[in-house]
T-cell receptor, first 117, second 114 residues
């Protein structure tokens, strides 16, 4: 069975600080897909990134970056120079390859990030 | 495109009542699914569908029924609501190729069962 662990329940940082959200996953598949979603206070789920297990390159998008390490089964998310608008709950999720197309996602419990002005 | 729409946005039910949560998408996506979100538990898959006429159970299917008669619609039925079904419900659809494939989520339905 697959599992996603987000050990950080809540994080608070002062604006402009960098912050890293941790995600550790478990799966028996060799091919799988990892995701990050943002849930702002308004409640909708905002897609941030999808990463395939066979693509280990890290990715940067503006102030956001993701560090994927298969050796430690981690897919961590870093926000650089945080802003108040980054305050949200962030979810990491996993989909195994056998479900490709079905996209049955297993979510972590989320990390609530608060940026203090 | 309207994307994934859900109705109602809010609903209060009494224990034992039945209701249907509506979900529709106008993107011609094959795959649709229902998740529930509870505090401290993330989102959990209830039911999913890989196409019209085909549905299957997810992680927490008990107390819920689904059907998929068209590509566009995927309603979730609560036959006899229980307080344990108080939650926020999200519908999602997906399509796409390779790196672009991802779930599109609706805005959610907040359900309270008293």
């Amino acid at each position: 069975a697959q599992k996603v662990t987000q050990a950080q329940t809540e994080i608070s940082v002062v604006e402009k600080e960098d912050v890293t959200l941790d995600c550790v996953y478990e799966t028996r598949d060799t091919t799988y897909y990892l995701f990050w979603y943002k849930q702002p206070p308004s409640g909708e789920l905002v897609f941030l990134i999808r990463r395939n297990s066979f693509d280990e390159q890290n990715e940067i998008s503006g102030r956001y970056s993701w560090n994927f390490q298969k050796s430690t089964s981690s897919f961590n998310f870093t926000i650089t120079a945080s802003q108040v608008v980054d305050s949200a709950v962030y979810f990491c999720a996993l989909s195994e390859a056998q479900y490709f197309g079905n996209e049955k996602l297993t979510f972590g419990t989320g990390t609530r990030l608060t940026i203090i002005p | 495109n309207a994307g994934v729409t859900q109705t109602p946005k809010f609903q209060v039910l009494k224990t034992g009542q039945s209701m249907t949560l509506q979900c529709a998408q106008d993107m011609n996506h094959e795959y649709m699914s229902w998740y529930r979100q509870d505090p401290g538990m993330g989102l959990r898959l209830i039911h999913y569908s890989v196409g019209a006429g085909i549905t299957d159970q997810g992680e927490v299917p008990n107390g819920y029924n689904v059907s998929r008669s068209t590509t566009e619609d995927f309603p979730l039925r609560l036959l006899s609501a229980a307080p344990s079904q108080t939650s926020v419900y999200f519908c999602a659809s997906s399509y796409g190729q390779g790196k672009t494939r991802r779930q599109y989520f609706g805005p959610g339905t907040r359900l309270t069962v008293t």
